[in-house]
């Protein structure tokens, strides 16, 4: 799915960092102060590039990467905001530079969209050079799913949001705004498609199965790939799978993060 979409679509997000986000867009839409999608990649790579030539102008043979994921995550690039699919084309050439010795993926987000994040997540869990997952504030949904991939997890002692592993939809149903601006919809189908559109058509209607069956698939998937990421690293304390989230020091209790250090500290690992 292109663009930015919060409504309708299954999220892996907290909710209060959505509502956060959400205010700050509209804002940035109404003072017309969001990048392009364009802007965004270009400012990104500048500041990488930046980063890179300043370690290697220090006279280091060997020197990690700190790359920044911060915000809500989403697929494809869009206004103010780096999608995974552009993460993922600047990280191969990361991967392959011989003068990187690790990458930081230096976390502050709340989650985001389910799509695209389990394939970003497996590319980061795939990659030749070691990894490292680091959260000074939040790491949460979509970001703790991305985060369990890295080799080493690590948090700030100051990280207080970390978990919120599960799912949920916001729908909108706009049509009675429709009509009272007098607009009149009308949906014809073809004899033959019987079930498309069922799930929503359900949903109209205040059945909600249909949609919390396709999100428990979904969030099965983020669980078990959290499992496995993790293996017995992390304990079930009967919250950690429902949702909840946890400052870094009960993540270290129960295994969500390997260590709390400061940012330099784990910089130092590398």
Not at 161 to 172: K, P, V, W, Y
Request: charged fraction near 20%; glycine fraction near 8%; charge should be negative.
């Amino acid at each position: 799915m292109h663009g930015l979409n919060f409504f309708n679509t299954p999220l892996a997000i907290d909710q209060s960092f959505l509502l956060s986000f959400l205010t700050e867009f509209v804002l940035g839409v109404k003072t017309n102060t969001l990048l392009s999608a364009t802007q965004v990649e270009s400012n990104f790579i500048k500041s990488l590039d930046t980063q890179m030539s300043m370690s290697s102008g220090s006279g280091a043979n060997k020197y990690p990467v700190v790359f920044d994921i911060v915000g809500p995550i989403v697929k494809y690039s869009t206004y103010s905001i780096l999608g995974t699919q552009t993460m993922q084309s600047i990280l191969r050439s990361i991967d392959r530079n011989p003068n990187v010795s690790g990458v930081m993926f230096n976390i502050d987000s709340g989650g985001g969209q389910v799509s695209g994040t389990a394939e970003f997540a497996d590319f980061i869990k795939n990659m030749q050079k070691p990894t490292m997952s680091f959260t000074s504030e939040m790491q949460c949904s979509a970001a703790e799913w991305i985060g369990s991939a890295c080799d080493v997890r690590v948090a700030s002692p100051f990280a207080s949001h970390i978990g919120s592993i599960g799912t949920f939809m916001n729908f909108q149903d706009f049509s009675a705004m429709f009509e009272k601006w007098g607009a009149k919809i009308y949906e014809i189908y073809a004899p033959q498609s019987t079930e498309k559109n069922a799930d929503f058509k359900e949903l109209i209607k205040g059945n909600e199965k249909p949609y919390q069956q396709r999100l428990a698939t979904i969030t099965e998937e983020f669980i078990s790939t959290i499992q496995a990421n993790y293996g017995e690293k992390l304990t079930d304390d009967g919250h950690v799978f429902k949702g909840k989230t946890y400052n870094a020091q009960e993540a270290l209790k129960i295994g969500l993060v390997d260590e709390i250090l400061t940012k330099e500290q784990a910089l130092a690992k590398f």
